[in-house]
């Protein structure tokens, strides 16, 4: 009855490869995020989607590709993965209010490139 | 500049004492402020919202102070349960959800 999951939880890949995180949400919520947490343990935002329409993307490689099929899923999917990819990878879904809201968070991917 | 600072710890305390945690941020529009509570290989989750009156959750108090751009947390009589990386983090707009790199408490018996 996870309320934001993720899949897989752990993924090694070599570099130059391809590869995709999913994420699915069951709270009804209408906005989900993508965001890194690098080895600094640093949080960082990389994408939001509200009713599967991109709201939010920072500065981030278009390596990465989210793509929000319906308002319950957002993947990522990073073309030719770097060293530098390597990190935790958390989704988190929240419902748009009065700017209180609260983001609920994944497991957490983490990915490993060699 | 970080767009949040928070000094990393690691506070090393004993159980019941009394520690406090501060953040300070640059984005003065920023809208609203939260302390989320991150236990080791797991994902952040809120701890509480940060209002501008101050505010209290049992052993938790936040306080905000929007004129100095600075938010703190208290921790009052400390459980080993305690021990995680607090994280400070600011809405900037549109759901932007903006984290300090945390502070780090470790409680001992």
């Known amino acids: 009855d996870t309320a934001v999951s993720q899949t897989p939880k752990y993924l090694v890949t070599q570099m130059g490869n391809d590869k995709s995180i999913k994420c699915e949400q069951n709270?009804?919520?209408?906005?989900m995020y993508w965001y890194k947490q690098d080895s600094k343990k640093f949080l960082k935002i990389m994408f939001s989607y509200n009713n599967k329409e991109l709201i939010i993307n920072e500065t981030v490689p278009n390596r990465f590709s989210p793509k929000s099929p319906d308002k319950a899923h957002l993947n990522l999917h990073i073309n030719s993965l770097e060293l530098g990819d390597s990190a935790v990878y958390f989704c988190?879904?929240?419902?748009?209010?009065?700017?209180?809201?609260?983001?609920?968070f994944g497991p957490g991917t983490r990915l490993l490139v060699l | 500049r970080k767009e949040v600072e928070q000094d990393p710890g690691p506070f090393n305390v004993p159980e019941g004492a009394t520690v406090a945690f501060n953040c300070t941020y640059s984005n003065s529009a920023s809208q609203s402020f939260f302390w989320y509570r991150q236990d080791c290989r797991k994902e952040p989750k809120l701890l509480m919202s940060v209002y501008s009156s101050g505010n209290e959750d049992g052993r938790f108090t936040a306080q905000l102070n929007r004129a100095s751009q600075y938010i703190s947390l208290l921790i009052r009589d400390s459980k080993l349960s305690d021990s995680a990386t607090y994280l400070c983090?600011?809405?900037?707009?549109?759901?932007?959800?903006?984290f300090g790199t945390g502070t780090r408490l470790l409680v001992s018996p």
């Open positions: 988190a879904s929240s419902q748009r209010g009065g700017g209180q809201e609260t983001q609920y």
């Open positions: 983090v600011v809405n900037t707009g549109f759901q932007k959800l903006v």
């Open positions: 709270l009804g919520h209408d906005t």
